[in-house]
């Protein structure tokens, strides 16, 4: 049995009404928003893949905390190294799935 209207003016009374303009308009930010200093990053995010420690002994790493989960991380390398690392950790049913690419930094 299809469910096709018979009558197609009747489904217009069902659309959703259109958007205030209103409801789009942001105010444009001003120089004493840019003075401001950023957030502190809250202290769960430093625990990532990126900045621990890799170890031969260990079979698996441990499970990730849920916050740094589906999160882009980027580590810079020090003065003595020319590559930056992203990494992303992504869960899947029980599993835990971490990518990590490293690049060169051009000098």
Same mark, same amino acid.
């Given at each position: 049995?299809?469910?096709?209207?018979?009558?197609?003016?009747?489904? /217009?009374?069902?659309? /959703?009404?259109?958007?205030?303009? *209103?409801?789009? =308009?942001? =105010?444009?930010? !001003?120089?004493?928003?840019? =003075?401001?200093?950023?957030? /502190?990053?809250?202290?769960?995010?430093?625990?990532?893949?990126?900045?621990?420690?890799?170890?031969?002994? /260990?079979? *698996? *790493?441990?499970?990730?905390?849920?916050?740094?989960?589906?999160?882009?991380?980027?580590?810079?390398?020090?003065? *003595?190294?020319?590559?930056? =690392?992203? !990494?992303?950790?992504?869960?899947?049913?029980?599993?835990?799935?971490?990518?990590?690419?490293?690049?060169?930094l051009k000098r």
């Amino acid at each position: 049995m299809d469910n096709v209207p018979e009558n197609l003016e009747s489904v /217009a009374e069902f659309e /959703a009404p259109p958007s205030p303009d *209103s409801s789009y =308009a942001q =105010a444009l930010l !001003g120089d004493e928003d840019f =003075a401001k200093e950023p957030v /502190a990053v809250p202290p769960q995010l430093h625990l990532t893949v990126l900045g621990s420690e890799n170890s031969e002994e /260990a079979p *698996s *790493s441990p499970k990730p905390q849920h916050v740094v989960l589906n999160h882009l991380f980027i580590e810079k390398g020090w003065a *003595s190294q020319s590559v930056v =690392a992203l !990494g992303l950790t992504h869960r899947f049913q029980s599993k835990y799935v971490t990518v990590v690419l490293y690049k060169p930094l051009k000098r």
